[in-house]
């Protein structure tokens, strides 16, 4: 990544960390927890009554709302490592 791509990152990690750290943030990921046990449940319950398109259309949802959760869950890790990446990459240029 370049220097303007991982400063938007950056950015942008810091929108969802402002969020996060507000009681949106825990409702917003309390109501994503939830969204994934029921669609875990769903799956569970009838995987052997599911069309083969509708049990690939339950586990793309499923994938969906654990990747949108990892990205609300990691934002800080997330941050953290692209201020690195933009700080080395800072003394390289110099």
Sequence with gaps: MDKKEIEKSIGNLKAINIAMDSEGGDILVSTYRKDVLMSMDKLAYNFS?????ELVSECAKLYSKLEILRTLKNSKK??????NDLKELLELES
């Design 49 to 53: 009554t599911l069309s083969h398109i």
């Design 78 to 83: 997330n941050e953290i490592i692209a201020e």
